[in-house]
């Protein structure tokens, strides 16, 4: 294949397998006609750039039955309010500001623009959850950003100072299209802001559950500084977060128009030590997710020959390569319990694991709990202290930790 950034030529290091759509979750008639793809990472040796090789068509992820809400965690409705104070007083100067958001889905940031008096656009593909962002005083278009996206933003709505976005840029193929989309969309000195998971959290923590249809990039400070630099944008400032277990916060400008926060060569430097230009870290990133997949089988096989229950906590969608990827089904996990009304009563992806309203959970608890919603961890563990004093048991499918055992 072609690296979807420079062209050049690369080939996928490993196979996840067989892969269904991560967020569709489905009911029992749909079994026969669900869509699968084969998962294969791989990694840009010229621009640096980590991708999967084949993606679904975005249509098939992202539509009005759309199973991801935002706001399902506490602790992701605080960080995004902490997010747009952030940018509106560091990022945001003068009269009749413009903000944008890709991505916007139910509002959870933008509510807080909104809030302040500052005009605001989400851009949504995603019909039912930019229906719930009207309940918080948000507008969107439901519509996939792009240039002609763009376009019509500047002709309806003027130019914008800012645009923004979380866990959606990792999500588009086409980036030379949305680098056109922000130039034609801000002002002069106008930032594009993203956030994603973080390569370097994913290498560290064999998170390797980051990895799924929606999310055909992972990216780095390496990659960014070269997939914006061909459409005249520079890195001017990274702020490591620990959302979705590692992300980065990038910020960036026209070239030779803000100043260069130090953070930025800081951050470089540390991905150049750490190996994340290099092939052989991610040969080794392969030999990690083998041993992880071997861990975790291995507790799950235990836990069943002990007789112990076992349920599946949060319907992520980082879970959907985790139990494709190990082959982990209902023998293994009886349910998993979910906070999300369009996930619940129906079957996990693939492996079509029955996924149960929480109450369930909370009434019968199991012996042991797999925390596949392993990121919101500290939230999860403040809220089910009851489960744990009683003697229930986690399991980390993704253990935070470097000896990876
Ligand atoms: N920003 C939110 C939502 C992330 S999920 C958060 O961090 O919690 C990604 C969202 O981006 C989905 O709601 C999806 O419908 C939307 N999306 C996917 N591709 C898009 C595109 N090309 N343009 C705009 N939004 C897109
Ligand atoms: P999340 O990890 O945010 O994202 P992704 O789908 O991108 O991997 O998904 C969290 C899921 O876990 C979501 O379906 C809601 C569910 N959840 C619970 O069931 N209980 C909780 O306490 C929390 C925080 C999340």
């Known amino acids: 294949m072609k690296c979807r950034i420079c062209q050049h ?112 656009l989400g851009v949504e593909p995603s019909a039912n959850v930019a229906e719930e962002a009207r309940k918080f005083g948000v507008e969107s278009i439901v519509r996939f950003f792009g240039p002609e996206t763009a376009a019509y933003i500047v002709s309806e709505y ?11 840029m990792c999500h588009i193929p086409d980036l030379n299209s949305i680098a056109k989309g922000a130039d034609l969309l801000l002002k002069p000195a106008g ?31 390496l990659s960014v500084v070269n997939i914006f630099a061909a459409h005249g944008f520079e890195l001017i400032d990274l702020l490591p977060q ?77 879970s959907t390569t985790i139990l494709n990827y190990c082959g982990i089904g209902a023998d293994l996990i009886e349910y998993i319990s979910d906070t999300t009304p369009i996930k619940q009563h129906k079957f996990s992806p693939g492996m079509h694991i029955p996924v149960k309203p929480y109450e369930a959970f909370a009434g019968d608890y199991p012996d042991t709990a797999l925390l596949l919603a392993w990121n919101h961890q500290l939230e999860i563990m403040a809220k089910e202290k009851a489960f744990s004093s009683q003697g229930g048991k986690w399991i980390s499918p993704i253990p935070d930790s470097k000896s990876k055992t």
Not at 158 to 168: E, I, K, M, R
Not at 193 to 216: A, C, N, R, W
Not at 266 to 284: F, M, S, V, W
Request: glycine letters at 8%; one cysteine or more; aromatic letters at 12%.
């Open 191 to 221: 930032v594009l802001i993203f956030e994603d998971p973080y390569l370097g959290s994913m290498l560290e923590k064999t998170s390797y559950d980051q990895i799924y249809d929606e999310h055909v990039f992972i990216f780095s400070a």
């Open 9 to 120: 030529a690369i080939s996928a290091f490993m196979t996840f397998g067989p892969m269904p759509i991560a967020n569709c979750f489905l009911t029992q008639d749909e079994f026969g006609s669900e869509f699968f793809f084969e998962l294969k990472p791989a990694f840009c040796e010229r621009c640096y750039t980590f991708q999967i090789e084949n993606q679904p068509d975005p249509e098939l992820m992202f539509h009005d039955q759309y199973a991801f809400f935002s706001r399902t965690s506490v602790f992701m409705q605080r960080h995004f309010r902490a997010y747009a104070d952030w940018v509106a007083d560091n990022h945001l100067r003068g009269d009749d500001l413009f903000v944008v958001e890709i991505g916007s889905n139910d509002g959870i940031m933008l509510e807080h623009f909104a809030n302040r008096g500052i005009r605001h």
């Open 158 to 168: 003027g130019q914008a100072d800012s645009l923004l976005a979380a866990n959606v």
């Open 242 to 318: 620990e959302t979705h277990g590692g992300s980065m916060r990038y910020v960036l400008a026209r070239k030779g128009v803000r100043d260069i926060s130090s953070s930025v060569s800081g951050i470089i430097n540390d991905e150049k030590a750490a190996g994340l230009h290099l092939p052989e870290t991610y040969r080794q990133f392969k030999r990690d997710c083998e041993a992880s997949k071997a861990r975790l089988v291995g507790l799950l096989t235990d836990e069943k020959d002990a007789g112990r229950r076992v349920v599946g906590y949060g319907a992520t969608s980082k």
